[in-house]
């Protein structure tokens, strides 16, 4: 019976070729529904490991390291696809690119009260609906609050806009305390 659970998180990147006979609206539409396209794998990286005990009487916290405790023949596949892909990520890494947010974009504002201070979060989103970029407002604070604020906004704003999934800041953030 397994102790464990390891949990692994991988993002895929690929582009897929298809040949038409003729463009229009309802191909374009119906691309992602097809399954005749070349597949071409550009990159794989390993985003997170997150390991948890099935045994509840475990009380020992096991900490998510890199590793390569995989079975012999995964350990080829996965170099084998690292050899592949390391020219195309050693450039991807120097040449990050930005998703830079639209002119006219949706949003949502969202009015929070810590103690006494009352904070706003603006979010900038893309067409699909994901957030591509966070304004945060404090009412009766500081020049130096609100300077603190306004750069850990532009902070997480810049990362969502390179690529870093919100669930990244959540889990780096959440239960973070400042105690005298």
């Known amino acids: 019976m397994a102790k464990y659970l390891v949990e692994t998180y991988y993002t895929c990147t690929f582009k897929v070729n298809h040949y ?5 609206e309802t191909e374009l539409k119906n691309l992602e529904k097809r399954d005749d ?15 948890r005990s ?16 995989l079975q012999d023949n995964k350990i080829t596949t996965v170099k084998n696809i690292e050899n592949l892909i390391k020219p195309n990520s050693a450039n991807s890494d120097k040449t990050g690119k930005r998703f830079s947010m639209p002119d006219r974009r949706k949003g949502y504002i969202q009015k929070a009260t810590i103690g006494d201070h009352k904070v706003y979060l603006h979010t900038g ?6 957030i591509g ?3 945060i407002d404090t009412s009766k604070e500081g020049e ?37």
Not at 20 to 24: A, K, R
Not at 146 to 156: D, G, R, T
């Open 144 to 180: 130096l609050v609100k300077a603190l604020m306004n750069n850990f906004a532009i902070a997480i704003s810049l990362g969502l806009q390179y690529g870093v999934t919100l669930d990244e800041f959540i889990n780096a953030f959440v239960g973070t305390k400042f105690e005298p």
């Open 133 to 135: 970029e966070i304004f």
């Open 54 to 69: 099935l045994d509840p009487n475990n009380k020992k916290i096991v900490e998510n390291k890199k590793s390569d405790h």
């Open 125 to 130: 989103e893309y067409e699909d609906g994901k």
């Open 20 to 24: 038409l006979e003729d463009i229009n």
């Open 37 to 51: 396209g070349k597949f071409e794998v550009i990159d794989v990286k390993l985003d997170n490991r997150k390991t």
